[in-house]
C-alpha cells in the first residue's frame, strides 16, 4: 500500500518512500533547578571576614600593649658634647630612669620632654621612639656668654641677658671670670633684652683700641639702648661709653691718661660719650666732701 503525504511519495505503512526524510522531533528536557543559596551562610561569610579583619588587629594591639618585648631598656644620648659638658648622659639616663621597664608605646613623650627640660642647661630636646625597646635622646645646652649681676646675685646668663643658672659659690665665679665670661648690670629690667650682646660688642669695641682695658674687664654696666659704664682693673676710675664710638674715644683717652693721673690725684669717672671732648668726674674732696666740677679736655 501507498500513498502520498503532503506531496511527499510514501512506502509501505510506516516506511518512508524514497527522496523523502521524517523529522526527529525532541522533547526539550526541564532546566535543572538551582539550589538557592542559604541566608545563613550568606550573611556568615562577611561577618567572619569582618570578625578576622577586626580581631587580628585588635589581637596584635593588645600583645603590643601587654608584651614585655615593647618595655623601655635603653636610652640613646647624643649632644651636649664639646658645649662645656653641663648636661651629661649620664643624668639624662638617672632623669628617665623612672621609665625604665614601661611600656615604650604608650609612654607620652611630650612628658619625658618637660622632665628633661627642668634641667635649666638644656636648650632643646628632642626624644624619639626606637621600637621594639630604645628611646634617643638628642639635646644642645644653653650657652653662657656672661655673668648677670641682679640684686646682688650672679647667675649665668645667655645673649638675650636671660638668666640660666644662679652662682652658688664665690670659687664658681671666680672661675667663671676666668672662663672669660663677663660681669654684665642693668640700671633697669626692661634694658635686659638684647643688652648682654650689646655689652660684649661694647667690650669688643674696647678691645680692638685698648686690649689690656678690655682684658680687665670686671662688669659693664648698661644705662640705655647705647650707653654703657665700664669697669676695668686697668684703670682706678670707670669709663661711660656710646657703643659704635667706644674706638676712637678709647684711643684718645690712651693718649691723655698720663696728663689726667698727674692732673687729678682721684678721679670718679671718666665720661667718652660727647662727641668733641672727654669730661672728667674728679673724685669728691676731703676737705669739701664736693667735687670740683666736672673738666672738659679737648
Not at 25 to 47: G, I, N
Request: hydrophobic content about 40%; charged content about 25%; aromatic content about 6%.
Amino acid at each position: 500500500m501507498t500513498g502520498t503525504l503532503a506531496g511527499t511519495p510514501m512506502g509501505p505503512v510506516g516506511t518512508p518512500g524514497a527522496g523523502g526524510r521524517v523529522l526527529d522531533f525532541k522533547r526539550r528536557s526541564a532546566p535543572p533547578r538551582r539550589r538557592r543559596p542559604s541566608f545563613l551562610r550568606s550573611l556568615l561569610r562577611p561577618l567572619t571576614m569582618a570578625l578576622a579583619l577586626v580581631a587580628l588587629p585588635l589581637g596584635a594591639g593588645v600583645w603590643v600593649l601587654t608584651s614585655g618585648r615593647f618595655d623601655l631598656r635603653q636610652v640613646i644620648v647624643e649632644g651636649g658634647e664639646g658645649q662645656g659638658q653641663r648636661v651629661s648622659a649620664a643624668w639624662i639616663e638617672r632623669a628617665l630612669a623612672p621609665y625604665q621597664g614601661k611600656n615604650l608605646v604608650l609612654m607620652p613623650l611630650s612628658e619625658l620632654v618637660e622632665r628633661l627640660h627642668r634641667n635649666p642647661w638644656i636648650d632643646t630636646v628632642e626624644v624619639e621612639k626606637e621600637l621594639p625597646d630604645g628611646l634617643r635622646v638628642a639635646f644642645t645646652e644653653r650657652r653662657p656668654v656672661a655673668l648677670l649681676l641682679r640684686q646682688g646675685a650672679l647667675a649665668y646668663a645667655d645673649a638675650e641677658g636671660r638668666p640660666i643658672a644662679p652662682i652658688t659659690s664665690p670659687q664658681e665665679a671666680d672661675k667663671a671670670r676666668r672662663d672669660g665670661l663677663l660681669m654684665v648690670s642693668f640700671s633697669h629690667p626692661l634694658l635686659r633684652s638684647g643688652g648682654v650682646s650689646r655689652a660684649i660688642a661694647v667690650a669688643g669695641e674696647l678691645g680692638r683700641v685698648e686690649p689690656d682695658w678690655a682684658a680687665h674687664l670686671s662688669r659693664i654696666e648698661v644705662l640705655g639702648e647705647e650707653d654703657f659704664r665700664l669697669y676695668t682693673g686697668a684703670l682706678p676710675f670707670p669709663l661711660l661709653v656710646r657703643s659704635g664710638e667706644v674706638s676712637d674715644k678709647a684711643a684718645r683717652l690712651g693718649k691723655l691718661l698720663p696728663e689726667l693721673m698727674t692732673r687729678y690725684p682721684e678721679i670718679e669717672a671718666v665720661d667718652l660719650r660727647f662727641s668733641r671732648r672727654i669730661v672728667v668726674q674728679p673724685a669728691a674732696s676731703p676737705q669739701s666732701g664736693n667735687g670740683v666740677g666736672p673738666q672738659a679736655i679737648f
